[in-house]
């Protein structure tokens, strides 16, 4: 049999390896946008005499934003393919950096992460991004969303020095203009080599008119005892575990450092280790686990080890160790949301891929959404994160529990299709 985005000999598709760099570009760049507010977050309150909350509102916006802008450019995905979701973003995110350069007031602030960076952003990238990619592999499909994914990690380690020295020398307004002009010189060449669709075979997996015969899909598929349906509404669940407990640190651990006596500096540094751990993740461990084991195996690993280590922080204080935890921190939750992405393509018709990933990750951004809000008013009710780390593990031990079940549910993996 073949699978969209393969070839009847199991040859990949030609111009795979032009998406594949382009989405990576696409998402190093795109998702800049995001961390132009966290690096100016004191300068703009300042300027407005607005207490902090106000732009860090606005970040919060982009997240809830890009999930449900997520959902929607995913069912555009499944219909019309990359390209669109690939233009709308060129268009708004170079606008929503010119326009943040602009700004002054605060409800044009929330609209321009909410709406221009966050729905139409971010939410146009990420999950349609990674579901498209799946539909181009086949054989070393966790490989192509893990590199894919590690594009947003990467920018969240580039961008934001850069955005420093360039805040440093000219201002932050002048700061979002020029990443306005960047973004628009880059994006819309990207979105051109996306707008590329693989080929979906007749008959294959999920079209209205695929055959009945078992060689039109997946054994994976087709002989799973749970339907489509409550497959989604598992991963729907297990993704708010993982999530909450993911956003915790995201959100609160430059702070818990300090508070534990270390300088700024050394928490930043605790930070950046994680994401720089969250990208090897992405763009290595991905594909080695989940072109082997398969996407839900190598989930319960991945959200697994985060679990492990949200637990190891509220137990060390040295610097040494902090680095070491934040390190495998970083691998766990590194790997979680990819690989839900190569979970969906195994298990789920390819021509719902988009809108499935992108109900998934909506999820997902509420959940994260959640914890980082949780942790806050957790710590203010407390004076420390001991509880709201604590709490994240409860959580993603629930996520655990419906990952357990589900693969328990499914049974063995399936021997891959012969063109994979």
């Not at 049999?1 to 998406?19: C, D, F, K, L, R």
């Not at 201002?171 to 990207?190: D, E, H």
């Not at 686990?289 to 195996?297: K, P, S």
């Amino acid at each position: 049999m073949t699978e969209a985005g393969s070839n009847p000999n199991g040859q990949e598709p030609a111009g795979q390896i032009y998406v594949l760099a382009a989405s990576v570009l696409t998402l190093l760049i795109g998702s800049g946008a995001m961390f132009l507010v966290v690096v100016a977050l004191k300068p703009i309150a300042a300027e407005f005499s607005w207490p902090r909350a106000v732009p860090s509102l606005a970040f919060s916006l982009q997240f809830l934003g890009a999930g449900f802008g997520g959902f929607f450019m995913g069912r555009v995905l499944d219909r019309y393919g990359m390209g669109p979701p690939a233009l709308v973003a060129s268009v708004t995110i170079p606008c929503g950096a010119i326009l943040l350069s602009q700004f002054d007031a605060a409800w044009q602030l929330y609209a321009i992460y909410g709406l221009l960076i966050g729905f139409l952003g971010t939410g146009a990238l990420a999950a349609p991004a990674m579901a498209n990619i799946a539909r181009w592999y086949v054989r070393r499909r966790g490989m192509a969303v893990g590199i894919v994914a590690g594009g947003q990690a990467l920018a969240g380690i580039m961008w934001p020095p850069i955005f420093v020295l360039v805040m440093e020398a000219h201002g932050w307004r002048t700061m979002a203009l020029a990443f306005g002009a960047v973004a628009a010189l880059f994006l819309p060449a990207l979105a051109l080599v996306l707008r590329r669709r693989p080929g979906i075979p007749a008959g294959s997996p999920g079209t209205r008119s695929a055959p009945s015969a078992p060689e039109a899909r997946p054994a994976a598929r087709a002989s799973m005892p749970i339907s489509v349906r409550g497959l989604q509404a598992a991963l729907c669940a297990a993704i708010v575990g993982c999530c909450v407990a993911m956003g915790l640190p995201l959100g609160h651990l430059v702070s818990y450092v300090t508070d534990l006596g270390h300088p700024a500096s050394n928490a930043a540094e605790v930070l950046s280790l994680m994401l720089m751990s969250a990208f090897v993740s992405r763009a290595v461990f991905v594909g080695l686990l989940a072109d082997n084991i398969g996407g839900l195996r190598a989930l319960f690993l991945f959200s697994g080890t985060q679990a492990a280590m949200l637990a190891a922080f509220t137990m060390v204080h040295g610097l040494a160790e902090l680095y070491v935890v934040a390190i495998l921190f970083g691998l766990g939750y590194g790997g979680i949301f990819p690989v839900y992405a190569v979970a969906i393509r195994e298990l789920m018709p390819v021509t719902e891929a988009g809108r499935r990933t992108g109900l998934v990750f909506l999820f997902g951004a509420l959940a994260m959404g959640f914890g980082s809000w949780i942790g806050g008013v957790l710590f203010d009710a407390t004076g420390t994160y001991v509880s709201a780390f604590l709490l994240g593990v409860a959580f993603n031990l629930a996520n655990l529990v419906v990952l357990a079940v589900t693969i328990f549910r499914i049974g063995p993996r399936s021997p891959r299709p012969a063109a994979a």
